[in-house]
């Protein structure tokens, strides 16, 4: 009986669904990709290069001309929604 329990209850625990396996992945390795991501933000930040892409950025900002485009497009649409 208590075994059953026990069963039950480890089979719970390794047992996590995701919608699909790139969703997975992303769980799983979570920590690490965040970190990389990070390091890498950083390390483009102090370089010079744009976040979204390997373009010079325009001075005082993060993005490149592009992506800054893109960027104020974004904002837009994030402000009107709310
Ligand atoms: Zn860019």
Redesign the pocket.
């Known amino acids: 009986m208590l075994r059953r329990v026990l069963k039950k209850l480890h089979k719970k625990k390794v047992k996590k669904e995701y919608p699909n396996r790139f969703l997975a992945f992303y769980y799983r390795h979570k920590k690490r990709l965040n970190k990389e991501r990070r390091s890498t933000y950083t390390k483009r930040k102090k370089k010079g290069?744009?976040?979204?892409?390997?373009?010079n950025?325009v001075p005082g900002i993060i993005?490149?001309?592009?992506?800054?485009k893109?960027q104020k497009q974004y904002n837009k649409n994030a402000r009107k929604k709310s």
């Open positions: 290069v744009c976040v979204r892409c390997t373009n950025v993005f490149c001309s592009y992506h800054q893109k």
